[in-house]
């Protein structure tokens, strides 16, 4: 099974800038549909945006259109995902998540998933 390891949260202030980063184990991952997901303290985990299988057509959550990128790089079997303009409510815990069974990611038992990077945003 594929293995994912997230890098790159940490504490930034409003309007600032980070990139999240996963590394996959297997070179697979290049082709599998992929996604980045967040759970705030307390909250459910939620989709952030995703990249499908099909066609590499992204999807993004309405609150972070506009603000955050996501992307990879197959050659490195890396996601990434640049966040721009962060806000207080964007602080989280970020999960790397891949499906290799299905053309989008989802919560569901085939999902796989990194260990998470917090993300905290001060105002």
């Known amino acids: 099974q594929v293995e994912l390891v997230e890098s790159g949260g940490g504490l930034v202030q409003s309007g600032g800038s980070l990139r999240l980063s996963c590394v996959a184990s297997e070179r697979a991952f290049s082709r599998y549909a992929v996604a980045w997901y967040r759970q705030a303290l307390g909250e459910e985990r939620e989709f952030v945006a995703g990249i499908s299988s099909i066609d590499e057509i992204t999807f993004y959550e309405d609150s972070v259109k506009g603000r955050f990128t996501i992307s990879r790089d197959k050659a490195k079997n890396t996601l990434y995902l640049q966040m721009n303009n962060l806000k207080p409510e964007d602080t989280a815990v970020y999960y790397c998540?891949?499906?290799?069974?299905?053309?989008?990611?989802?919560?569901?038992?085939?999902?796989?998933w990194g260990q998470g990077t917090r993300v905290t945003v001060s105002s």
């Open positions: 998540a891949t499906d290799p069974a299905k053309p989008m990611v989802a919560i569901t038992p085939s999902t796989v």
